[in-house]
């Protein structure tokens, strides 16, 4: 038995195996070790788990084959500019070959579903103009005689029906739950052209960017205002720090978000700006962006506001509740 089939048998054995474990077991040099994984990498034998120091690798299940699937070139153009996966088993599948993989998982016609994907894409681009979804109807309706922001944009949809959370919406949630710098970055080069030309279109003068509320090794909102580098002045908004701290996420009546919001937001801001242009990752309720709005007014530091998020929830008062 060579040394690749002995990775194999220990791997199966064993399920998830170390490299110190697996060199100790071979009663081989760690060089000669990543030898055999790197090819086996390559090979797509083996998967490798985690990160320095923390390293697992385990066998690659065997790929379910196929039948050569007969559509549609423009369906399939369309999927495979729009979707996408990340399994629960943390590896990404982008376009048709991850909309495969999820019709196979919920046992769904492809072709049928594939059709089904398109109707709604298209349910849903109505609401999208100039690469921005136009929120302030759902915010109208929340707030009535209470808002603040004079206009509020998302990129894309969080969700759509059935579904479920769109690619915008997939790498968002991942970038923030794995804190992964790489996420970001891939997240933030799709947003720049269009969080730029926002600034331009409405003639923005100050930017601020809301604070993270969740305490974390990397902060998604500060890696978002670092890596987009905006040449716009900076708006300085602080999340006052409390005894116990209560993320918006946990909190299911607008009231009690419009209050922590109330609470826990401050302006130090001394400027005077005709435009402020504030960025948030999500938009559930609104009602941060709105306090936020209502604070940079009353102190006379903006005269106009408008709320720019990543991603936004579709019905008037729906809580985005995973990031």
Not at 89 to 108: D, H, T
Not at 160 to 182: D, P
Not at 216 to 230: A, D, G, I, T
Request: proline share 3%; charged share 30%; glycine share 6%.
């Amino acid at each position: 038995m060579n040394t690749k089939e002995k990775i194999i048998q220990l791997l199966k054995k064993q399920n998830q195996v170390t490299p110190g474990e697996m060199a100790e077991y071979l009663d081989i040099s760690r060089q000669a070790l990543y030898k055999h994984l790197l090819e086996m990498l390559k090979n797509k034998q083996i998967l490798k788990i985690g990160r320095p120091p923390k390293v697992f690798y385990a066998l690659k299940e065997k790929e379910v084959k196929i039948k050569k699937v007969e559509i549609d070139t423009e369906i399939k153009k369309i999927i495979d500019q729009n979707y996408f996966i990340i399994t629960p088993g943390g590896e990404r599948i982008e376009g048709f070959s991850g909309f495969i993989y999820w019709c196979n998982k919920q046992g769904l016609p492809i072709v049928k579903t594939a059709q089904e994907y398109i109707k709604t894409l298209k349910k849903y681009s109505i609401y999208k103009k100039n690469s921005l979804i136009d929120g302030m109807q759902k915010m109208r309706t929340t707030f009535k005689s209470t808002l603040f922001l004079d206009d509020v944009y998302y990129l894309d949809f969080y969700s759509i029906e059935r579904f479920g959370k769109t690619k915008l919406g997939q790498i968002l949630l991942y970038a923030k739950q794995s804190q992964s710098k790489k996420l970001i970055t891939e997240l933030v080069d799709d947003i720049r052209p269009i969080v730029e030309k926002t600034i331009k279109k409405f003639n923005i003068d100050g930017v601020g960017f809301v604070p993270p509320t969740v305490k974390r090794e990397v902060q998604f909102m500060n890696e978002l205002k670092k890596k987009l580098n905006l040449k716009t002045k900076d708006i300085k908004i602080t999340k006052i720090k409390t005894s116990i701290i209560i993320p918006q996420k946990t909190l299911n009546k607008l009231n009690d978000r419009v209050e922590n919001a109330q609470k826990t937001f401050a302006i130090e801001e001394l400027g005077n700006y005709k435009n402020v242009l504030l960025i948030d990752d999500a938009i559930g309720s609104g009602a941060t962006l709105n306090e936020i709005a209502k604070k940079l007014k009353s102190k006379g530091v903006a005269k106009k506001v408008i709320g720019l998020a990543i991603t936004g929830s579709f019905k008037d008062f729906d809580v985005v509740s995973e990031i």
